[in-house]
Each structure stands twice: as C-alpha cells, then as structure tokens.
C-alpha cells in the first residue's frame, strides 16, 4: 500500500521548489551569525530566529534558559493524526567569533559556503520548511487556510533547537530526554553523509579521564624513594590500547597523557583522557567494565588511581523498527528521483540519546555537502529540494504508518 500518494509528493516538490529562494535567504541569514557553541548571543539569536518560525508554524514555544551556554529552544505542535514524533537540530557551529565576517555565506558552482552552512544550518533549515510543506499540502487539498491540528499528521510533533551539541549538548541533554520518552519516533537533521547515506546507526562514545597519584623523588639521588606516574600511565596505555580488536569495531584510544614536572623529578602525578567507541551497548558495557579494571590495577607499587567518565552516549542501534524506517526512506527517494542508502558510523549525535532510550531513530536527513568543521564547509543547492521533500513525506508516512516503538 502507497502511504504517501504521487500526488501528494508533486504537491510537496512543487512548495518547496517555490520556497527555494526563501530557503536560501534564510540560510545566508543564519551562516552569516557567527554561533560557535561559546557564543550565547550568537546561538541565541538563531534560538529566536527558530522560535518565530515555530510559532509562524502555530507551534507552542518554550525557551530553557542557559548560562553561558546558548538557550534551548522547544516548539510543540498539536495535530489530528496519532503518534508522537521528536525532531532535532542544532544552532551552534564550532567556529570562532570573526569567521563569519572572514567568510561570509557565497554560493558557487552549485554549492553554498559558510561557517555552519551544513551542519548544520541546511539540516535546520529542512525541519522547518518540510513542516511549512505539509500545511502547504493540507492547504491545498482543501482549498483554505487550515489551523494546525488539521495540517500535522501527527497528534503531537516536538521539535528541540539544541544550543550546544558541538560539545556533546550538556544543557540539551535533559531537554532531549525529556521529550523523547514519550516520543514514537525521532528525526535528526545532521547533514546527510558526502555521498548522500541517511544514518542508521552510530557508535556509542564514552569519555573517561584517568589521574594517577605517586610520588616525588630526585630522580637521581634517590629514585627509588620515587614512584612513578607516568610509568603507571604508560603500563595502563599498553594494556588499553590492547583492548581494540576484543571486540568487532570497538576502538579504545588513549589520546591525551600529560604529567611530570621536569627531568630531574619522579613524576609524581600523570593524567590520561581515554576516548571508548562501541556499535553495540552490550560490547560498550563489557569494554568498560575492562578499562575500569586496567586502570584501576596498578603496576607500580603505591600509587593511587582514580577514574573519572565525563561523558557517556549509548551506541544508535538499528533496530527493527529503525530499519523499517530506513526502507520507507529508501522507496519515498526512489520515487523522488534518487537513489538512498543508510549507513553506520562512528561518530555521535543526539541521535544516540534517542535510540539509546530505545526511540526508533533515523539521523543525517539534513541536505547533501561536506568538508564539515573546516573552512570549505559546504551545501549542494541541488539536495535541498529532494532532501526537505524526503523530511516530508517521512513525517507523513511515520505518522499514517502508526507507533512503532516497542
């Protein structure tokens, strides 16, 4: 059975061909703002920037407010359908005040350039007009303006605007957490993949910092009274290090060692940051119960080890539910003309706080483009179009298809 209809699909393609230019406005508009994640002005004049549109779009909004960070921003829409959906972006870039200025939004060769114009500027930018296309679509179809509990094919549609996700969304978090347990299903606007793969699964990621205690000693009149942090940090990186390839696609890496005082001295003090990627939470929670036992076993006698994990985001596994997502993404792009694919990767998002609380999830259905986080960062014009269409008619086939959450 056709969830989405041809016809409905032309209706969708034809909005967002005449929105194009208005999209594109808008884009240049949020690219030339600098909001790196440190910037509260910056991310909160795209946070006021989103409001409007979401109470444009007859949304209720509601503003956490944060401090240093940028506020978080949360629109609600009520419709007639059933089901909940959440929908995710994010306002900040990892750029530093100035570079907007230094590089304004350009287009070229059918490309847009700017600091954030990818990730994630487009992807926010498809969340809002692929709801603008489906009210244009409830419009068309009856012939007047409609109030939006006629327009949303959803019973409720929660969409966060996260301040801070380029540093791992420490203010958003709870927000997020807090809307998706009642949520069916989720949508992340992460820029889609160089090559145009949706994602479906992520690795988990779990931050740790080590900090070893000795003690202090000339290292040369009477090194033995010393005992050595920094051996004890090399010994544990060994045996961490060791750890990759226990388990299919876990990656354990040690990548910060920092310690000692001078040459002369027995390092009395060493500190190790430990980065922990996993595709599966059974594979994660046996990974870490093994770096937990490494560095809490000492090598060298008398020191004092103390663990601390910072940060923890559970593996976006792809799920039944996730995968069935995934196959009506594939046929409604088909049917729009291109060709899609869903992929893993090893990187986190707020995806993983979804599907880690067991919300099917799909991410990475933002535009088209690359070169994220670097001074090339661009949009393919061309992606926007078919991508926000896409957005689209996945919201509506989520929402006529029914709850899928277990």
Not at 237 to 264: E, M
């Amino acid at each position: 059975m056709t969830i989405v209809s041809d016809t409905e699909l032309e209706h969708l393609t034809a909005f967002m061909d005449s929105a194009l230019p208005s999209y594109l406005e808008d884009l240049e508009r949020l690219v030339n703002v600098d909001c790196g994640t440190y910037n509260k002005a910056g991310v909160d004049e795209i946070g006021r920037w989103f409001a409007e549109q979401m109470t444009d779009l007859g949304a209720h909004v509601s503003v956490d407010c944060n401090d240093p960070l940028g506020d978080t921003v949360v629109g609600v829409l009520r419709g007639g359908g059933r089901g909940q959906a959440l929908v995710i972006g994010h306002f900040d870039t990892v750029f530093t005040d100035g570079t907007a200025a230094e590089r304004p939004y350009s287009t070229a060769d059918g490309k847009a350039f700017g600091p954030g114009v990818n990730d994630m500027k487009a992807g926010l930018l498809a969340g809002v007009y692929a709801l603008r296309a489906l009210r244009a679509l409830a419009t068309a179809a009856a012939g007047r303006s409609v109030p939006t509990h006629e327009w949303l094919p959803f019973a409720r549609v929660t969409f966060v605007g996260n301040p801070d996700e380029e540093i791992g969304s420490p203010v958003s978090t709870p927000v997020i957490r807090g809307t998706a347990e009642k949520a069916d299903t989720c949508f992340v606007l992460e820029l889609a993949c160089v090559n145009g793969d949706i994602v479906s699964a992520r690795k988990g990621i779990a931050d740790f910092r080590v900090q070893i205690e000795g003690r202090a000693a000339h290292a040369g009149v009477e090194p033995e009274k010393g005992r050595n942090a920094i051996l004890e940090a090399a010994h544990k990186t060994l045996a961490l290090t060791a750890l990759n390839g226990r388990w299919p696609d876990v990656t354990v890496n040690v990548g910060v060692i920092s310690g000692g005082t001078r040459p002369n001295v027995v390092a009395e003090h060493c500190e190790l940051e430990i980065d922990l990627r996993a595709p599966s939470r059974t594979d994660m929670e046996a990974a870490e119960a093994e770096i937990m036992t490494i560095c809490m076993t000492s090598t060298v006698a008398d020191v004092v080890t103390t663990v601390n994990r910072r940060h923890r985001w559970w593996p976006m596994e792809k799920g039944d539910a996730t995968t069935a997502l995934a196959l009506s993404a594939e046929a409604l792009a088909e049917r729009l003309g291109f060709e899609l694919h869903d992929a893993a990767t090893g990187g986190a998002s707020d995806a993983n706080t979804t599907s880690g609380m067991g919300v099917p999830t799909l991410d990475g259905l933002g535009p088209v483009g690359g070169a994220d986080h670097a001074p090339g960062e661009y949009t393919e014009i061309d992606s926007i179009v078919p991508r926000t269409v896409l957005l689209a008619a996945l919201l509506l086939t989520a929402a006529r298809e029914g709850p899928r959450r277990a």
